[in-house]
């Protein structure tokens, strides 16, 4: 299978991780050989009729409220304001 | 040999009992080994000072004074946290992990921080942001991965345990290719609380030693349920040394005459192998029949799937895990204009290649098109898996598996071909795929001084017995079951 340029910078956006034009051929191959070595779950799939069966089982648990102090973590925030969390603004011209 | 810095931790405690030797002689004894002889391999990313690594350490714990290293996705509360990633430099983790808080509250002394592979993804240690560590056996290869610092540091005697872990292996390659027995256990039996998560369903912290009776101790301080892990199981915390040598007591010479050995022959008998390794697992397997175990030839037909089940599910689980990292509450933040900017620009200089490529594939393989293809057909590959496993242990107490193709890599092996690479985790990720325990043992050297392992697999919750099993074949091993592998330059 092959993959394109344009579907690493798909992914690059779906993962907000920003590709650059130097790293694609690396990805690329790095990606396909990867997906070329998993494609036999396709064909296993097809040789035998697999049901499928439960394994992981989630569990729950009560909720309850816990007190935290907020200053350990708010002192580790690259930029932060009394107990905010500081990022740059959503749109670019924003003010 | 240095008899302090390759004693067991049971002679340790042994000698601390007895007053030869104070808490504070052997915490120095152990910072000087690192001092000494950390350069040649850099297994530690930190050494903690003396007094900060006293001032923690509960005096009245059973582990009193015996100082081990920590893998640096494990938090320890007021120590950076890294997972050896440019993302999370500067990073100081607020919390302990389950592990460390219960290594505290024992008393063991926790020394420092140790290297590995950029959030545990890797299987060589070289894709550390900060450095690269050395197998204490051949400054030239590498000591495994992704727990390669934990494995080093243990192997050269700079400390007599090692937390790691395991998401597809993490801990067994990197025990076999340093000569050390390395646990994975039943997903659940320790608490993945402050253990930064790859694949949430895969992931379990692991053990380094250099002796069986070692390895169980260390599991008796951390395994358990615990309230803060929803996935830990409901396994009170016991004394996993207590009946350890059960076997070798009722029976000298053939102590493992009520025990059958399942040797997964698709695995012993795969291509790529190298002869000396091969040789050397055979040479395991006469020594169990001499012990008097009975040896079943059995084929596991699915493993052969699980290297592509295991490479789809825990890149998958990965991508979804990593999202946290954007530069919004703690860790590196890129310059940017823009909201969005700053995460695409975080996570791009944040990440080094691999984590970045595996992000990629993870979000490939659930993305729409796709998931029904790869993620979902890798789920029910999954339950076959370990059905299959299970079915095997209906007519065999343990499996006999290989766990490298062969001796530790030189660097830059896999330089050019990443999948090769990834095919290192071949022989063990079936295992965590399953959710079931295997310990890495040690069983020989090569003509060139290089350690293999093999692995025991059990069921669930069997660590019990498959430390008796491999205690009654270290025994044979050596006169006194302490373990020989000691690496040139380090004794």
Known sequence: MKITKEEVLKLGQISMIHISDSEIPSLIERLESLLNYVC???????????????????????????????????????????????????????? | MNNLAFASIKELKNKLFKKEISHEELLKFFLNRFEKYDSKINSALEVFDYDSILSVSNKNGSLYGIPGIIKDNICQKNRKLTCASKILENYISPYDATASSRFKDDGAFLIGRANMDEFAMGSSTETSYFKKTCNPWNLKAVPGGSSGGSAAAVAAGLVPWALGSETGGSVRQPAAFCGLFGLKPTYGLISRYGLVAYASSLDQIGIFTRSVYDNALILSSIAGKDNNDSTSLNVDPKNYTAQIDEFTKADKNTPLKNITLG?????????????????????????????????????????????????????AEAASNLSRFDGVKYGFRAKADSLNDMYINTREEGFGFEVKSRILVGNYVLSAGHAEEFYTNAKITQSHLRNEFIEAFEQIDLLFSPVTPGKAFEFERFSTNKLLMDLQDYFTCSVNLAGIPSLSIPCGLTTDNMPIGFQLIGPDLSEALIYQVAYAYEQNLTDNGLNNFIPAGFE
Do not use: W
């Open chain 1, 40 to 95: 036999c779950l396709k064909e296993l799939s097809s040789q035998r009729s697999l049901k499928e069966m439960p394994h992981n089982i989630n569990t729950l648990r009560e909720d309850s409220v816990q007190q935290v102090n907020p200053t350990p973590i708010i002192k580790l925030a690259p930029e932060s304001e009394s107990n905010y969390f500081v990022v740059p603004a959503i749109l670019k011209d924003h003010k």
């Open chain 2, 263 to 315: 040797i997964i022959d698709n695995a012993l008998e795969a291509e790529g192998i190298e002869p000396e390794a091969y040789n050397l697992l055979n040479k395991a397997i006469k020594t169990f029949e001499k012990l008097g175990a009975k040896i079943k030839r059995i084929k596991l037909p699915m493993m052969d799937y699980a290297a592509a089940t295991y490479f789809v599910i825990s890149r």
